[in-house]
Protein backbone atom coordinates (compact mmCIF):
# COMPACT_ATOMS: atom_id res chain seq x y z
CA UNK A 1 0.00 0.00 0.00
CA UNK A 2 1.22 3.40 -0.54
CA UNK A 3 0.39 6.57 1.62
CA UNK A 4 0.68 10.23 0.40
CA UNK A 5 1.11 12.74 2.81
CA UNK A 6 2.48 16.19 2.39
CA UNK A 7 3.69 15.99 -1.41
CA UNK A 8 5.34 12.52 -0.46
CA UNK A 9 4.50 8.92 -1.23
CA UNK A 10 5.16 6.06 1.66
CA UNK A 11 5.77 2.43 0.61
CA UNK A 12 3.85 0.12 3.15
CA UNK A 13 5.03 -3.20 2.31
CA UNK A 14 5.16 -4.81 5.35
CA UNK A 15 3.46 -4.68 8.69
CA UNK A 16 6.94 -3.03 10.24
CA UNK A 17 6.04 -0.22 8.69
CA UNK A 18 2.66 -0.33 9.15
CA UNK A 19 3.51 0.01 12.50
CA UNK A 20 6.09 2.59 12.84
CA UNK A 21 4.01 4.44 10.42
CA UNK A 22 0.82 4.59 13.07
CA UNK A 23 3.53 5.09 15.82
CA UNK A 24 5.26 8.25 13.78
CA UNK A 25 1.26 9.53 13.33
CA UNK A 26 2.33 9.25 9.30
CA UNK A 27 -0.81 6.80 9.26
CA UNK A 28 -4.11 7.74 11.26
CA UNK A 29 -7.66 5.73 10.93
CA UNK A 30 -8.62 9.09 8.60
CA UNK A 31 -5.27 8.59 6.16
CA UNK A 32 -6.15 8.55 2.77
CA UNK A 33 -4.05 5.48 1.21
CA UNK A 34 -3.88 3.90 -2.03
CA UNK A 35 -3.47 -0.30 -2.14
CA UNK A 36 -1.17 -1.28 -5.23
CA UNK A 37 -2.26 -4.60 -6.77
CA UNK A 38 -0.53 -6.12 -10.16
CA UNK A 39 1.72 -2.84 -10.23
CA UNK A 40 -1.52 -1.08 -10.41
CA UNK A 41 -2.74 1.52 -7.90
CA UNK A 42 -7.08 1.07 -6.46
CA UNK A 43 -8.98 3.88 -5.67
CA UNK A 44 -7.91 5.93 -2.43
CA UNK A 45 -9.57 4.34 0.76
CA UNK A 46 -9.88 4.93 4.55
CA UNK A 47 -6.75 3.46 6.39
CA UNK A 48 -9.35 2.55 9.17
CA UNK A 49 -11.59 0.76 6.78
CA UNK A 50 -8.74 -1.75 6.09
CA UNK A 51 -9.38 -4.53 7.96
CA UNK A 52 -5.37 -5.49 7.70
CA UNK A 53 -4.36 -1.97 9.59
CA UNK A 54 -7.62 -2.19 12.23
CA UNK A 55 -5.55 -4.55 15.08
CA UNK A 56 -2.58 -2.25 14.80
CA UNK A 57 -4.71 0.70 15.28
CA UNK A 58 -6.73 -0.58 18.15
CA UNK A 59 -3.05 -2.16 20.07
CA UNK A 60 -1.28 1.36 19.89
CA UNK A 61 -4.54 3.23 20.78
CA UNK A 62 -4.80 0.76 23.89
CA UNK A 63 -1.29 1.22 24.99
CA UNK A 64 -0.78 5.08 24.24
CA UNK A 65 -4.31 6.29 24.84
CA UNK A 66 -5.13 5.30 29.37
CA UNK A 67 -8.90 5.81 29.59
CA UNK A 68 -10.25 8.86 31.10
CA UNK A 69 -11.87 7.94 34.49
CA UNK A 70 -15.02 6.88 34.33
CA UNK A 71 -18.11 8.57 35.67
CA UNK A 72 -19.49 6.67 38.43
CA UNK A 73 -22.73 4.14 37.69
CA UNK A 74 -25.85 5.91 39.19
CA UNK A 75 -27.56 3.83 42.09
CA UNK A 76 -30.69 3.55 42.41
CA UNK A 77 -32.68 3.93 45.78
CA UNK A 78 -35.34 1.22 46.26
CA UNK A 79 -37.39 1.33 49.89
CA UNK A 80 -36.78 -2.18 51.40
CA UNK A 81 -40.42 -3.05 51.38
CA UNK A 82 -40.27 -3.09 47.58
CA UNK A 83 -40.85 -0.67 44.46
CA UNK A 84 -44.30 -0.59 45.23
CA UNK A 85 -44.21 0.84 48.51
CA UNK A 86 -46.21 3.92 49.49
CA UNK A 87 -43.97 6.87 50.32
CA UNK A 88 -43.77 7.97 53.79
CA UNK A 89 -46.37 10.61 54.93
CA UNK A 90 -45.41 14.23 55.16
CA UNK A 91 -45.54 15.72 58.46
CA UNK A 92 -43.92 14.59 61.72
CA UNK A 93 -43.98 10.27 62.45
CA UNK A 94 -46.50 9.74 65.12
CA UNK A 95 -45.03 8.17 68.15
CA UNK A 96 -46.15 4.81 69.42
CA UNK A 97 -48.52 5.00 72.69
CA UNK A 98 -48.07 1.96 74.53
CA UNK A 99 -51.85 0.08 75.49
CA UNK A 100 -51.39 0.97 79.54
CA UNK A 101 -50.97 4.50 78.80
CA UNK A 102 -53.89 4.56 76.21
CA UNK A 103 -56.50 3.22 78.86
CA UNK A 104 -55.39 5.07 81.69
CA UNK A 105 -56.60 8.80 82.20
CA UNK A 106 -54.51 11.87 81.00
CA UNK A 107 -52.63 13.61 83.93
CA UNK A 108 -53.49 16.85 85.57
CA UNK A 109 -51.52 19.47 83.76
CA UNK A 110 -48.81 21.44 85.87
CA UNK A 111 -49.58 25.33 86.43
CA UNK A 112 -46.33 27.32 85.15
CA UNK A 113 -45.84 30.97 85.99
CA UNK A 114 -45.25 33.23 83.29
CA UNK A 115 -42.17 34.53 82.31
CA UNK A 116 -42.15 38.81 82.30
CA UNK A 117 -40.60 39.91 79.25
CA UNK A 118 -37.17 41.52 81.39
CA UNK A 119 -36.53 38.01 82.18
CA UNK A 120 -37.04 36.62 78.74
CA UNK A 121 -34.56 38.90 77.05
CA UNK A 122 -31.82 38.15 79.32
CA UNK A 123 -32.37 34.35 77.83
CA UNK A 124 -28.27 33.55 76.53
CA UNK A 125 -28.60 31.76 73.48
CA UNK A 126 -30.09 34.53 70.71
CA UNK A 127 -27.17 36.48 70.47
CA UNK A 128 -24.77 33.31 69.39
CA UNK A 129 -27.13 32.23 66.87
CA UNK A 130 -27.75 35.58 65.22
CA UNK A 131 -23.63 35.25 65.29
CA UNK A 132 -23.62 32.22 63.07
CA UNK A 133 -26.32 32.87 61.02
CA UNK A 134 -24.14 36.07 60.20
CA UNK A 135 -21.04 34.13 59.46
CA UNK A 136 -22.75 31.07 57.08
CA UNK A 137 -24.49 34.12 55.26
CA UNK A 138 -20.33 35.21 54.81
CA UNK A 139 -19.33 32.35 54.30
CA UNK A 140 -22.30 31.49 51.18
CA UNK A 141 -20.98 35.06 49.39
CA UNK A 142 -17.22 34.38 49.41
CA UNK A 143 -17.75 30.91 47.86
CA UNK A 144 -19.66 32.16 45.42
CA UNK A 145 -17.82 34.63 44.68
CA UNK A 146 -15.02 32.42 44.57
CA UNK A 147 -16.56 29.95 42.14
CA UNK A 148 -17.38 32.96 39.99
CA UNK A 149 -14.09 33.32 39.42
CA UNK A 150 -12.74 29.79 38.82
CA UNK A 151 -15.63 29.87 35.92
CA UNK A 152 -14.49 33.28 33.98
CA UNK A 153 -10.67 31.40 34.13
CA UNK A 154 -12.13 28.28 32.77
CA UNK A 155 -13.60 30.41 29.97
CA UNK A 156 -10.68 31.97 28.40
CA UNK A 157 -8.77 30.59 25.18
CA UNK A 158 -5.45 28.61 25.78
CA UNK A 159 -3.34 26.83 22.44
CA UNK A 160 -2.19 23.59 24.37
CA UNK A 161 -0.36 20.53 22.36
CA UNK A 162 -1.00 16.65 22.73
CA UNK A 163 1.77 15.01 23.89
CA UNK A 164 0.59 11.35 23.00
CA UNK A 165 -1.79 9.77 20.80
CA UNK A 166 -5.16 10.52 22.17
CA UNK A 167 -8.85 11.19 20.73
CA UNK A 168 -11.72 13.57 20.33
CA UNK A 169 -14.86 12.91 21.66
CA UNK A 170 -18.59 14.20 20.75
CA UNK A 171 -18.78 14.38 25.02
CA UNK A 172 -16.55 15.42 27.86
CA UNK A 173 -16.53 12.09 28.81
CA UNK A 174 -14.74 8.41 28.21
CA UNK A 175 -18.20 6.37 28.05
CA UNK A 176 -19.23 4.34 24.77
CA UNK A 177 -17.50 4.92 21.59
CA UNK A 178 -18.37 8.40 21.03
CA UNK A 179 -15.25 8.96 19.72
CA UNK A 180 -14.43 10.91 16.76
CA UNK A 181 -10.95 10.87 15.59
CA UNK A 182 -7.45 10.57 16.62
CA UNK A 183 -4.91 12.97 17.36
CA UNK A 184 -1.12 12.69 17.01
CA UNK A 185 1.84 14.01 18.97
CA UNK A 186 2.72 17.44 18.40
CA UNK A 187 -0.45 18.79 16.90
CA UNK A 188 -1.89 22.44 18.06
CA UNK A 189 -5.36 22.61 19.34
CA UNK A 190 -7.31 25.74 20.79
CA UNK A 191 -10.37 25.68 22.86
CA UNK A 192 -11.02 26.52 26.64
CA UNK A 193 -10.98 23.90 29.71
CA UNK A 194 -14.46 22.47 30.39
CA UNK A 195 -14.96 20.12 33.47
CA UNK A 196 -15.80 16.31 32.06
CA UNK A 197 -19.22 14.92 32.88
CA UNK A 198 -18.09 12.97 35.84
CA UNK A 199 -17.45 16.19 37.76
CA UNK A 200 -13.60 15.87 38.01
CA UNK A 201 -11.34 15.37 35.15
CA UNK A 202 -10.54 18.54 32.81
CA UNK A 203 -11.41 18.57 29.00
CA UNK A 204 -10.36 20.87 25.99
CA UNK A 205 -13.24 22.74 24.34
CA UNK A 206 -12.10 22.84 21.16
CA UNK A 207 -13.11 26.07 19.58
CA UNK A 208 -11.62 25.81 15.88
CA UNK A 209 -11.29 23.35 13.06
CA UNK A 210 -13.68 20.64 12.12
CA UNK A 211 -13.94 19.08 15.19
CA UNK A 212 -14.94 22.68 16.67
CA UNK A 213 -17.32 21.95 20.19
CA UNK A 214 -16.05 18.68 20.35
CA UNK A 215 -13.35 17.54 23.20
CA UNK A 216 -10.33 16.22 23.90
CA UNK A 217 -9.11 14.79 27.58
CA UNK A 218 -6.88 17.88 29.50
CA UNK A 219 -4.51 14.80 30.56
CA UNK A 220 -3.04 13.88 27.13
CA UNK A 221 -2.27 17.72 26.75
CA UNK A 222 0.66 20.10 27.37
CA UNK A 223 1.06 24.30 26.90
CA UNK A 224 4.21 23.35 25.59
CA UNK A 225 4.85 21.16 22.81
CA UNK A 226 6.62 18.21 23.01
CA UNK A 227 10.47 17.53 21.93
CA UNK A 228 10.99 16.00 18.97
CA UNK A 229 11.61 11.64 18.91
CA UNK A 230 14.62 10.70 17.74
CA UNK A 231 13.32 7.25 17.75
CA UNK A 232 9.80 5.65 18.73
CA UNK A 233 10.04 2.62 21.00
CA UNK A 234 6.49 1.52 22.07
CA UNK A 235 7.47 -1.20 24.59
CA UNK A 236 7.39 -1.75 28.42
CA UNK A 237 10.33 -2.08 30.27
CA UNK A 238 11.61 -1.91 33.69
CA UNK A 239 13.72 0.21 35.31
CA UNK A 240 17.01 -1.05 37.04
CA UNK A 241 16.47 1.54 40.44
CA UNK A 242 14.60 4.11 41.60
CA UNK A 243 14.20 6.85 39.86
CA UNK A 244 12.36 10.43 39.52
CA UNK A 245 10.48 11.25 36.51
CA UNK A 246 10.70 14.33 34.68
CA UNK A 247 8.19 17.21 33.08
CA UNK A 248 11.10 17.87 30.39
CA UNK A 249 13.76 15.74 29.25
CA UNK A 250 16.56 17.39 31.51
CA UNK A 251 17.96 17.05 35.12
CA UNK A 252 16.78 20.31 36.42
CA UNK A 253 13.62 19.88 35.33
CA UNK A 254 10.74 19.77 37.51
CA UNK A 255 9.40 15.91 39.50
CA UNK A 256 6.85 14.60 37.79
CA UNK A 257 6.38 11.16 39.60
CA UNK A 258 8.54 9.03 41.61
CA UNK A 259 8.77 5.21 40.77
CA UNK A 260 10.23 2.13 42.09
CA UNK A 261 13.05 -0.10 41.24
CA UNK A 262 11.18 -3.06 38.94
CA UNK A 263 8.37 -0.44 38.21
CA UNK A 264 7.22 -1.76 34.14
CA UNK A 265 6.21 1.49 32.46
CA UNK A 266 5.88 2.27 28.67
CA UNK A 267 8.29 3.85 27.14
CA UNK A 268 6.96 5.27 23.92
CA UNK A 269 10.10 7.15 22.87
CA UNK A 270 13.47 8.23 23.06
CA UNK A 271 14.25 11.49 22.69
CA UNK A 272 17.33 13.62 20.92
CA UNK A 273 19.47 14.14 24.00
CA UNK A 274 19.11 10.13 24.85
CA UNK A 275 16.37 10.76 27.32
CA UNK A 276 13.10 8.32 27.12
CA UNK A 277 9.60 9.41 27.02
CA UNK A 278 7.44 7.62 29.50
CA UNK A 279 3.66 7.27 28.85
CA UNK A 280 1.91 7.79 32.58
CA UNK A 281 -1.00 5.27 33.29
CA UNK A 282 -2.95 8.52 34.13
CA UNK A 283 -2.50 10.31 31.09
CA UNK A 284 0.39 12.52 29.80
CA UNK A 285 4.41 11.66 29.21
CA UNK A 286 6.91 12.02 31.01
CA UNK A 287 10.92 11.90 30.85
CA UNK A 288 13.51 9.55 32.30
CA UNK A 289 17.13 10.11 32.83
CA UNK A 290 19.52 7.95 29.48
CA UNK A 291 20.62 5.18 32.11
CA UNK A 292 17.38 3.94 33.26
CA UNK A 293 16.70 0.93 31.77
Known amino acids: ?19 RAIALGDLTPDTQIEIVRDGEP ?31 APVA ?40 PAKAARRPGCGCLLAVIAAVIVIIVIAISLAGGDKAASGQTVQVYVVRLTRVRAQPTADGKDFLTTLSRGEALTGRWVTGGDGQTKWLKLSEGIYKDDYVWGANLSASAPPPLARIVG ?45 LASGGVAYASPDSF
Open 42 to 72: AEPRRAGDLPQLAPYFAALEERLEPAPPREP
Open 77 to 116: SVPASGPEAEPPPSGPAPSAVPASAASSPAPSPVPVAPVS
Open 235 to 279: KTRAFRRAHTLRVQPQADSAAAQDVAAGARVMVTGRTANGWWEIG
Open 1 to 19: MILRSGGRALSLSTPEKWR
